[in-house]
C-alpha cells in the first residue's frame, strides 16, 4: 500500500484516477487545485504525489518545487497534456520521478505507480541495510556519549562526506583505528578497499616497498614485482597508522603521493597514479617531531588539513559506564551484570591505556565472575579503592574543609555492611579487617553516637 495524493484541477478525472488506484490498494486523498494539495502536503505523510502541470492557481511545476522542499522524500509524478509534453520533460529535470502524458490508459498509471512503490520499497531495505552496517562497521560501533567525543564524531562525519585528507592524533588505545574505518565505511569510497598499513610494525627498510610496491630485482630477495597498498587502495581509502614511525626518505615519497596522487614502485622510474583518500594517525606530538627535525614540515602540513584530536578516556568520563555497558550487550549481557559499585569504580578510574585498558579489564572481570555480577573484587587492584594506594588526587579530594577520619570510617563501615547483606564477618572481610576488630568499631561507633545524642 502506497500514499497517493492526487492534485487535479478536473474533478472527474481525479475521481476516476483515485478510485482505480484504490482498488488496488493504494491510499488516496484528492485535492482540487495546487493550493490546496500544497495544503494537505504539510499534513505529511504521503509517499507519491501525482499532479497536473496546468492548472488555474498554483501549476505543477509550482508543486513539485513545494513538494521537494517540504517533503523531499516524496516522489512527485507530473500529469500532462500532449501539448505540454516537453514540460514534463523540464519537470522531470527538476526532480519529478515521472510523467504521463493524457489521456492516458488506466492500466499504464497503475503499472507506473506499482514501479515506483517497488523502488521504494527497495531504497527503504537499502537504506536500511546500510544503517545496518553503519552500526557494525561504521560510527554506529563507536561511543560518544560525553560531549568531547559526540564533537569528535561530529567532525569525522563531516569530513567523511569529503575526500579531504584526515589527520587523526591521540593517545594509544583512544579509538583512533576505529574512527579511521568509520570514515571510511561512511565515505562515497566505501565501496572501494580500505587498506591499512602500521609504519611501526615493519622494519625501515621494509616499509617503502609495502607502501609503493616494487619491480622484479629491486633489491635482494625481491623474487617478483608486487604492487604496493597505495596501488591496491586505488577506489578506496589508504590508512597510514603510527605515520610518526615514517623513516625519512618514504616521508619524502609519500608527500608526493599526497600532492599528486603519484608514486614509482621500488626499482622502477615510472610514475603510477592512484585514486586514494588519506587517513593518518600518531599518538606522537607531530609538530614536536617537526620542531626536533624527525619529521618533514612539508609533510606534516600536507597531513594535517584535517586534524581531529580523539581525547583521552580521563578527560571523558561519560564514555566510561557506556563503553563497560557496550562491552557486556555485545555478549549478550545486561547491566545487571555489573554491580553499581564495580561500575562506580570504573568510572573514577583515570585509564592511561584507554579503551583498550578498560576492555581488558572488563573481559578479565568477566572470566573472574564467572557468570555472576561483576564486583569490584573483579576489577584489577590497580584502581581506586581497589587495595594499592588510591592516587593523591582522590585524597586531597577526600581531605576537603569538612573532613573527618571518624566519619569516613562510619561510611566506610556502613557501606561493608549494606554490601555483606548485614551479615559482619562478611563486611569484615569487605574492609580487610578481623570480626574482633569491627565488633569493638561498632561500639565505640554507638558510644560516640550515644555520646553526641546526649550532648545535643
Ligand atoms: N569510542 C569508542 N567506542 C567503542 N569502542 C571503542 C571506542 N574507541 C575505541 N574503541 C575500542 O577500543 C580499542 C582500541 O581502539 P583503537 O585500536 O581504535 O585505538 P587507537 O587509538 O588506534 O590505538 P593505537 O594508537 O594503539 O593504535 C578497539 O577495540 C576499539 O574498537
Ligand atoms: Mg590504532
Redesign the pocket.
Known amino acids: 500500500m502506497t500514499r497517493i495524493l492526487i492534485i487535479d484541477d478536473e474533478p472527474k478525472l481525479g475521481r476516476v484516477v483515485a478510485e482505480m488506484l484504490e482498488s488496488v490498494g493504494h491510499e488516496i486523498a484528492h485535492a482540487t487545485s495546487g493550493r490546496a494539495g500544497i495544503d494537505q502536503l504539510s499534513a505529511g505523510g504521503f509517499e507519491i504525489v501525482l499532479t497536473d502541470l496546468r492548472m488555474p492557481d498554483i501549476d505543477g511545476m509550482t508543486v513539485l518545487r513545494e513538494v521537494r522542499r517540504i517533503s523531499p522524500g516524496t516522489d512527485v509524478v507530473i500529469m500532462t497534456a500532449h501539448a505540454t509534453a516537453q514540460n514534463a520533460v523540464d519537470a522531470m529535470k527538476e526532480g519529478a520521478v515521472d510523467y504521463l502524458i493524457k489521456p492516458f490508459a488506466m492500466d499504464e498509471l497503475r503499472m507506473r505507480i506499482g514501479r515506483i512503490s517497488e523502488r521504494r520499497a527497495l531504497s527503504t531495505r537499502v537504506d536500511s541495510l546500510a544503517r545496518r552496517l553503519d552500526a557494525r562497521e561504521g560510527f554506529g560501533?563507536?561511543?560518544?556519549e560525553s560531549p568531547k567525543?559526540r564533537a569528535v564524531v561530529e567532525q569525522a562525519r563531516r569530513v567523511a562526506a569529503t575526500d579531504e585528507t584526515v589527520l587523526?592524533l591521540?593517545?594509544?588505545?583512544?579509538?583512533?583505528?576505529?574512527?579511521a574505518r568509520a570514515i571510511h565505511h561512511a565515505s562515497r569510497r566505501a565501496n572501494g578497499p580500505l587498506v591499512e598499513i602500521h609504519a611501526a610494525a615493519l622494519p625501515d627498510s621494509l616499509v617503502e616497498g609495502e607502501l609503493f610496491g616494487r619491480e622484479k630485482g629491486a633489491y635482494t630477495g625481491a623474487f617478483d614485482a608486487k604492487a604496493g597498498h597505495a596501488e591496491i587502495a586505488n577506489g578506496g581509502t589508504l590508512f597510514l597508522?603510527?605515520i610518526g614511525e615514517l623513516p625519512g626518505t618514504t616521508q619524502v615519497k609519500l608527500l608526493r603521493l599526497l600532492q599528486d596522487r603519484t608514486f614509482t614502485r621500488l626499482g622502477s622510474t615510472q610514475a603510477r597514479k592512484t585514486d586514494v583518500r588519506i587517513i593518518a594517525?600518531t599518538?606522537r606530538d607531530l609538530e614536536a617531531a617537526v620542531k626536533a627535525g624527525t619529521f618533514r614540515e612539508d609533510l606534516y602540513y600536507r597531513l594535517a588539513v584535517f586534524p581531529i584530536a580523539?581525547p583521552p578516556l580521563r578527560e571523558r568520563p561519560e564514555?566510561i559506564r557506556a563503553?563497560a555497558l557496550?562491552i557486556l550487550g555485545r555478549r549478550g549481557l545486561g547491566a545487571d551484570r555489573i554491580s553499581v559499585e564495580a561500575l562506580a569504580l570504573l568510572a573514577a578510574h583515570s585509564w592511561p591505556g584507554?579503551?583498550?585498558e578498560l576492555?581488558n579489564a572488563i573481559t578479565r572481570a568477566l572470566v573472574l565472575a564467572g557468570g555472576e555480577p561483576i564486583a569490584v573484587e573483579h576489577l584489577p587492584s590497580t584502581l581506586a579503592g581497589r587495595g594499592g594506594a588510591a592516587p593523591t588526587s582522590t585524597l586531597d579530594e577526600l581531605m576537603g574543609p569538612s573532613f573527618s577520619l571518624d566519619a569516613l570510617e562510619r561510611d566506610l563501615i556502613q557501606h561493608a555492611l549494606v554490601k555483606a547483606g548485614g551479615n559482619k564477618a562478611a563486611a569484615a572481610r569487605l574492609l580487610g579487617i578481623t570480626r574482633r576488630r569491627l565488633y569493638s568499631r561498632l561500639e565505640s561507633m554507638s558510644q560516640k553516637q550515644a555520646d553526641s545524642d546526649d550532648s545535643s
Not at 593517545?171 to 576505529?178: H, M, N, P, R
Open positions: 560501533r563507536v561511543i560518544a567525543m587523526l591521540g593517545d594509544s588505545g583512544t579509538g583512533k583505528s576505529l574512527l597508522d603510527e594517525a599518538n580523539v564514555d563503553t557496550s584507554n579503551i583498550r576492555e
